[in-house]
């Protein structure tokens, strides 16, 4: 009697020691609830001052009913068009320039780690900086237009596109890799008929991204001087024309969900290897 009371003892001590202490959690759960109070705070999300913004929120969303201006629709498809056209090339741009820097930037393609490093940094700082930034940029170098949103766009796709390529390669079967050199095949034969068949639909599902995604940025390329559906639309804004504004953001909203469904159709083709 007394060996299964000291078992069941020793069994209630070894529950207690393995048993985490409760309290480093729920202090760093106070620490992290206090700063987003704190933030919240101080940037008056919980202030009079959020409070009296949204009757002016809501008076706006109502001036935006209905959609007007529909005999513009000819000349705001056309800039519509022009958007996505600049995020496409935009987007193939970067795509091109990211392959040899994917190839750099992977540490089993260039095993010279220093280089390696520096290639790595250098993508880095290329998609450090927003498109916006960038588009401010070329729009004081080569002037207003969709030049200036095609270059931000391709600048920031290139560094982007370079890491996911990179660490799409890093993550490569070797057993391909180490059968096509047994039969005497060169490095770039190599990289041609093991490697790139392992990478290319990652690649490509990853530019197809990008691509919708810089549909999106492309608008907001236009408020800066880039041209666009963008450029349109900070025209209304600046004069409070809301209901034009309206049907200007259903036109965008529209073309994103269209190139999102394409996209997704395609990615999800790419993935499974078709």
């Given amino acids: ?83 996505v056209a600049m995020a496409f090339l935009g987007t193939l741009i970067g795509a091109l320039a990211a392959v040899p820097l994917g190839f750099a930037c992977a540490r089993n393609t260039l095993t010279i780690r220093i280089i390696q490093f520096g290639f790595r940094r250098f993508a880095d700082s290329l998609r450090s900086l927003d498109h916006l930034i960038w588009a401010i940029v070329f729009v004081r170098a080569v002037g207003l ?6 270059m931000a766009i391709a600048i920031v796709d290139a560094g982007t596109l370079a890491k996911l390529y990179s660490e799409a390669i890093e993550n490569i079967d070797r057993k391909p890799l180490d059968g096509v050199r047994s039969t005497g095949a060169s490095g770039v034969e190599t990289i041609r008929w093991a490697l790139l068949p392992q990478v290319f639909p ?8 990008m691509w919708e995604s810089n549909t999106r940025s492309a608008t907001i390329l236009g408020i800066v001087g880039a041209g666009g559906i963008g450029y349109q639309l900070s025209d209304r804004l600046r004069v409070y024309d809301w209901g034009e504004a309206s049907t200007i953001i259903l036109l965008i909203l529209g073309a994103v969900y269209v190139i999102d469904f394409v996209s997704a159709r395609l990615r999800s083709h790419l993935i499974r290897g078709g």
């Fill in 1 to 83: 009697m007394s060996g299964a009371i000291d078992q069941q003892a020793r069994l209630a001590a070894a529950l207690a020691a393995g048993r985490p202490n409760p309290w480093p959690r729920r202090l760093w759960a106070a620490i992290t609830l206090s700063v987003l109070v704190y933030a919240a705070i101080s940037f008056e999300l919980l202030g009079q001052k959020f409070v009296d913004g949204l009757p002016r929120l809501a008076g706006a969303a109502a001036m935006m009913v209905p959609p007007k201006g529909w005999h513009h629709l000819p000349e705001w498809l056309w800039a519509l068009a022009e958007t």
């Fill in 145 to 150: 237009g969709p030049l200036a949103g095609i």
């Fill in 202 to 209: 990652n690649m490509l599902a990853s530019a197809l991204y």
